[in-house]
């Protein structure tokens, strides 16, 4: 499975991103997919999680403020990043679990900075 992750890039604090992580498989047979990002020098963690059926997972700093959606149809998922912070700076990378194989992207920057 190859996952193709855009539309990270510059903001300014409190703006808005949408990011899309399209993969080259029927998403509807993952067990789920998710968004997880690493700023420099920091491990890299779980934003936000959606699974097969459509159940959603945040990591607290995300909540209220990021939305994870699926377009089966498409094969994409989004992360949608409203009211964006710059310690929301970070590489965001998407991951597709088909079980017992995990899968990523290559990542894309997102930089919020005035």
């Known amino acids: 499975v190859q996952l193709q992750a855009s539309g990270g890039g510059l903001v300014q604090p409190g703006g808005s991103l949408r990011l899309s992580c399209a993969a080259s498989e029927s998403i509807f047979r993952s067990n789920h997919m998710g968004w997880y990002r690493q700023a420099p020098g920091k491990q890299r963690d779980l934003v936000a999680l959606i699974t097969s059926g459509g159940d959603t997972r945040y990591a607290s700093s995300a909540k209220g403020r990021f939305t994870i959606s699926r377009d089966n149809a498409k094969n994409t998922v989004y992360l949608q990043m409203n009211s964006l912070k710059p310690e929301d700076t970070a590489v965001y990378y998407c991951?597709?679990?088909?079980?017992?194989?995990?899968?990523w992207g290559q990542g894309t920057q997102v930089t919020v900075s005035s």
């Open positions: 991951k597709a679990y088909y079980s017992p194989y995990e899968y």
